[in-house]
């Protein structure tokens, strides 16, 4: 499974931002979000099924933060709504490929919370 | 839910054994993911469910998990191995993806 993550950018507080992951290869499998702050670890944001019927969101970005998939599309996405300065990090989408959890990676999306 | 404790760091000569470990409250009973990330690299999955390796990942990589630890083991470290090492595991109670908070491994 290759993953593109964009959509990324500077954007002021309280502004929204919407990211995809494009895919190709297996593409009807479990997808996630994950972020990673400047010089910090790995941080679960959100996951989706392969089918789109069950979602799961973090607790901090719970409420704020809603993930969709279109399959037709071959396309995760994040819709970012709310954005504050400690949402800033790069924003990676990984996939479940049928062997482990998060298998594939793309290369990330770098997202600036900034006034 | 869960939380997952690392240790900050690790410090292994050329050709020891790493043991890299991720605690919490039984965690025996879960199975345990392990990702390597290297400096300005997206993270890589070298361990699933507590022993099995992806394609591709050496047999050097190994793990355990047992009561209130988990373990990933690096035999015969080399250099390459010098990366920041995440556990993963589902918490079935809150249904959230957990990361421990990562170990930096230095050869």
């Known amino acids: 499974v290759q993953l593109a993550e964009s959509g990324g950018g500077v954007v002021q507080p309280g502004r929204s931002l919407r990211l995809s992951c494009a895919a190709s290869g297996i593409t009807l499998i479990p997808f996630h979000w994950v972020r990673q702050a400047p010089g910090k670890g790995l941080e679960w944001i959100a996951s989706?099924?392969?089918?789109?019927?069950?979602?799961y969101h973090a607790d901090s970005v719970k409420g704020r933060f809603i993930v969709s998939r279109d399959n037709s599309r071959k396309t995760l996405f994040l819709q970012m709504n709310s954005l504050r300065g400690e949402d800033t990090a790069l924003y990676y989408c990984?996939?479940?490929?049928?062997?482990?959890?998060?298998?594939?990676w793309g290369q990330g999306t770098l997202v600036t919370v900034s006034s | 839910s869960f939380e997952l404790t690392q240790s900050p760091s690790v410090s292994v000569a050329p050709g020891d054994t790493a043991r890299i470990s991720c605690g919490g409250d039984e965690i025996g009973t879960v199975r345990v993911n392990w990702y390597q990330q290297k400096p300005g690299q997206s993270p890589l999955l070298v361990l699933y469910?507590?022993?099995y390796r992806p394609s591709g990942i050496p047999e050097r990589f190994s793990g355990s998990n047992s009561w209130d630890t988990a373990t990933l083991i690096i035999s015969r470290v080399e250099a390459g191995d010098e990366a920041d090492y995440y556990c993963l595991v589902w918490d079935t109670e809150s249904v959230h993806w957990v990361f421990g908070g990562g170990t930096k491994l230095t050869v």
């Open positions: 989706m099924s392969s089918d789109g019927n069950n979602e």
């Open positions: 469910h507590d022993v």
């Open positions: 990984a996939g479940d490929r049928g062997g482990g959890p998060f298998e594939d």
